[in-house]
Each structure stands twice: as C-alpha cells, then as structure tokens.
C-alpha cells in the first residue's frame, strides 16, 4: 500500500519570501501524485498534479511542484508566497495500479507573516 | 456551474442520536467518495460510490456507519447512535468517472459535526 509523508507540520515564511513544502511517498511504482490547499473551514481545493510526462508541473496560484523518482518527491514551491497563501498544504498519492482512492498526508500548516 | 455541495454545514448531535450528511456532486458526475478529517490529521478515505452503488466501502467503520448514493437525490453519509469520538470533518468529493485512476476529485466545503 501506498503511503505519504509530508515532514513539516508547520512552517513559516516572510509575505514575498520563497516557499518549498515537501512530500515524500511511498509506493512501488510510478503513482499520480496531487497537491491540494484547504483554507480555513473550507473543503479541499486541487492545486496541481502529477500523472506523467514532464517532472515539472505548474498549477494555480502561481504553485509548481517537481516530481523526483530518486528520492520519492514532489515537492511544492512557489518562488514568492503571499498572505493569502496563508493555509493548510495536503500531499496525496494515488496508486498507479487501479486504485481510485488517493492516501493524503497529514499536511502541512502554512504561516505568512507581514 | 455549482460545485460540490454538502449541508449542513455544521451538524451538532448528542450522544445517541443519528446524523445525516448530504453531499450532492458536481452536475455531471456520477462518483462520489466520503472522507473523514480528524483535527490536525489529513483526510481519511471512508467509502467510494457510484449511483446506486457501492464500490468500495474499505474505509467505512463496520457499525453504526453506512452510505448510500440513490438514483435520484444526494449522496447520504448515515451514523447512528453517535459518539464524541465521531466529532469530526467530514468532506465528500466527486468525480467524473471518466478518466479510471486519473479523475480528478473535487471536494465539497465539508460538514463539521460536533457530538456532545
């Protein structure tokens, strides 16, 4: 079975300051591979994904995130964060294999200060 | 094109009593999936239904938990006799069913229910 890990429960960034959120999986093959935001209160909202091609995918908002077959990743950056970006940040894979059910992480906390 | 949409928005039930969430998908879709979000924990995969059926209930507590999507109408997530250890998130997304392991879900704004 599949399995996510994203290592930071928080972080915090300067509003115009860079932003990288890392993610981790585990899974035998090649799976597809999502970002999703939640804001506060609110449902999940999709960012970007991965299902093939190019490592290197942009998303909304201004987000990318790169997959890396060596070290398991797909990390999410953005080169200049805003309040806004202010949220919580979920990982999620989906096994290549047939499944339809993605496994999320546990997320993680996004703080912008002024 | 409306989104996902679930109600209540917020659902407070005492210990004992039933609770019902309703999440109706986006015009179009015929799948819908369950989730169940504890504080400061990601998203939990409860059941997958399509129409009138149930495709995978793997995640779904063996009592007290059931869902149903009818041919008509919105899905239901039904818990009886509820417990404060059911005080949770619990958001339900849709898909298109088109694409197989490739759909993409999108997510209601979830219903929070609280037990006292």
């Known amino acids: 079975a599949q399995s996510v890990t994203q290592p930071d429960i928080h972080i915090t960034v300067s509003e115009g300051a860079s932003l990288e959120l890392r993610c981790n999986y585990s899974?035998?093959?090649?799976?597809?591979l999502f970002w999703y935001v939640q804001s506060p209160g609110q449902g999940l909202q999709l960012l970007l994904k991965y299902f093939s091609g190019d490592t290197l995918v942009q998303g909304i908002k201004g987000f990318e995130a790169e997959f890396k077959r060596s070290q398991s990743s797909f990390n999410l950056r953005k080169p200049s964060v805003h309040w806004s970006d202010a949220a919580e940040y979920f990982c999620?894979?989906?096994?290549?294999?047939?499944?339809?059910?993605?496994?999320f992480g546990r997320g993680t906390s996004l703080i912008v200060h002024p | 094109n409306a989104g996902v949409m679930q109600n209540p928005r917020h659902l407070v039930r005492r210990r004992g009593q039933e609770a019902r969430l309703r999440c109706s998908p986006m015009?179009?879709?015929?799948?819908v999936y369950w989730y169940r979000q504890l504080p400061e924990e990601g998203l939990k995969f409860m059941v997958y239904l399509q129409k009138e059926n149930i495709i995978d209930e793997s995640g779904m507590p063996k009592e007290r938990f059931s869902a149903e999507f009818p041919k008509e109408g919105p899905s239901i997530l039904r818990i009886q006799q509820v417990v404060r250890g059911d005080s949770a998130a619990y958001f339900c997304?849709?898909?298109?069913?088109?694409?197989?392991?490739?759909?993409?879900?999108?997510f209601g704004p979830g219903t929070r229910l609280t037990v006292l």
């Open positions: 999620a894979v989906v096994a290549s294999g047939g499944s339809y059910i993605p496994t």
């Open positions: 015009k179009g879709h015929s799948h």
């Open positions: 997304a849709s898909s298109p069913g088109t694409s197989g392991s490739t759909d993409t879900q999108y």
């Open positions: 899974y035998g093959a090649t799976p597809y």
